[in-house]
């Protein structure tokens, strides 16, 4: 079946730092990816999302790339902000049923 | 307030009693959802609405778990003999049209239930 992968965490990097959390799936056919992110005390809100492989998806200086090849949907950021500390959750939309199926999370924190 | 309102944000039970966990979507929005997060795990699926109908029930973990919609709105999750393996935090979410590609979700900030 359809999953997703990412990595552990927590990442925790300094303010202006560049960023990577790396996220692979499994899916048959040609799936739509996704980031969210889950700001402390807040619900989880669409981060950006790609629907075609190559397809780049971007917001507030985040980037993800759709890699087919590799099966691989990485989210990049050049320069993180205290205020970028927050879970993000991949996510992958394979078309069969209408539901979305997350990877477990990505705590980021960054410090001053 | 135009976002998912969950209630209650947290719930504490005893082994064995029924708990109802309510969910207001957006005004409008055709699709709703609930997945639950226990620690360390993503979010698991658990059921998903379109209108009052549910497609897509599968992700229930057993039969002591129901959902029901009523009016296109209003959502209650229900628990029945609550297990301490149910406690979760239970995310509910809406989106304005049925395919989450199409249109995003909108999530509330979940029910926290506690079970001892």
């Known amino acids: 079946g359809n999953s997703v992968t990412q990595m552990e965490g927590p990442v925790t990097l300094s303010e202006e730092a560049f960023l990577t959390i790396n996220c692979t799936y499994t899916a048959t056919g040609y799936p739509s990816l996704f980031w969210y992110v889950q700001y402390p005390g807040e619900g989880l809100q669409l981060l950006l999302k790609a629907t075609k492989a190559d397809d780049k998806g971007s917001n507030k200086g985040f980037e993800a790339t759709y890699r087919k090849e590799t099966t691989s949907f990485h989210l990049e950021k050049g320069s993180v902000q205290v205020s970028d500390s927050a879970v993000y959750f991949c996510?992958?939309?394979?078309?069969?049923?209408?539901?979305?199926?997350f990877g477990t999370g990505t705590l980021l924190a960054v410090q001053p | 307030g135009a976002g998912v309102s969950q209630s209650p944000s947290n719930k504490v039970t005893e082994k064995g009693k029924d708990v109802e966990l309510r969910c207001d979507p957006i005004?409008?929005?055709?699709?709703l959802y609930w997945y639950r997060q226990s620690l360390g795990q993503g979010l698991e699926f658990l059921i998903y609405?379109?209108?009052?109908?549910?497609?897509?029930k599968s992700g229930l973990p057993s039969d002591r778990f129901s959902a029901e919609r009523t009016g296109g709105s209003v959502s209650t999750l229900t628990i029945q003999r609550t297990q301490q393996e149910d406690s979760a935090v239970y995310l509910c979410?809406?989106?304005?049209?049925?395919?989450?590609?199409?249109?995003?979700?909108?999530f509330g900030n979940g029910t926290r239930l506690t079970v001892t």
């Open positions: 996510a992958l939309y394979g078309g069969a049923t209408n539901k979305l199926i």
């Open positions: 005004s409008g929005h055709t699709a």
């Open positions: 979410a809406s989106s304005l049209l049925p395919e989450p590609g199409a249109s995003p979700l909108h």
């Open positions: 609405f379109q209108g009052n109908s549910a497609p897509d």
